[in-house]
């Protein structure tokens, strides 16, 4: 499995809740069969509010816009996501309803960590999954600080 372009696009990503995990070449092959290659097509939607999965998405090529339903007319839009960024973090650590809808602005592509996927890479590379999940932790709690400083739902 190639994941040069996501490790390219996660590693040059300058943004205060980009994913840093500081893991090496190796540590990213060691990662990547546990992780699942999606084409995304423009318009179409990866997580769903409401919805209750156990998938997080580093994004490699493409941009996603996250938005809430409901609320005033053009004010649901949250955020824009370039590749490099990890959107649905807070799936990796409890079972919880969607607080926002992800939609790919353009085509692209991302790579999904579910939380089955990731209690084997806890089994099989502990230390690996500790790099990961604390990395996905201080993501979740950036965006959750500058949600709340703005009022808005987190993903």
């Not at 926002?100 to 089994?123: D, F, Q």
């Not at 990961?132 to 932790?137: D, E, Q, T």
Request: a positive charge.
């Amino acid at each position: 499995m190639d994941i040069t372009t996501l490790v390219q696009a996660v590693q040059t990503l300058n943004a205060v809740d980009a994913f840093k995990a500081g893991l090496g070449a190796a540590q990213w092959q060691a990662l990547a069969p546990y992780m699942a290659r999606h084409n995304l097509r423009a318009g179409e939607m990866l997580i769903r509010q409401g919805d209750v999965d156990r998938s997080a998405y580093l994004i490699e090529q493409g941009n996603l816009q996250v938005f809430a339903n409901g609320g005033v007319p053009g004010a649901n839009r949250i955020a824009i996501l370039r590749p490099g960024s990890l959107v649905g973090e807070p799936a990796l650590f409890a079972e919880v309803p969607r607080q926002a809808n992800v939609e790919a602005m353009t085509p692209g592509v991302v790579w999904g960590l579910n939380a089955h996927r990731l209690e084997e890479l806890c089994a099989r590379a502990p230390t690996l999954a500790l790099q990961v999940l604390r990395a996905a932790g201080a993501v979740m709690a950036t965006r959750l600080r500058i949600n709340l400083e703005r009022g808005l739902p987190s993903v």
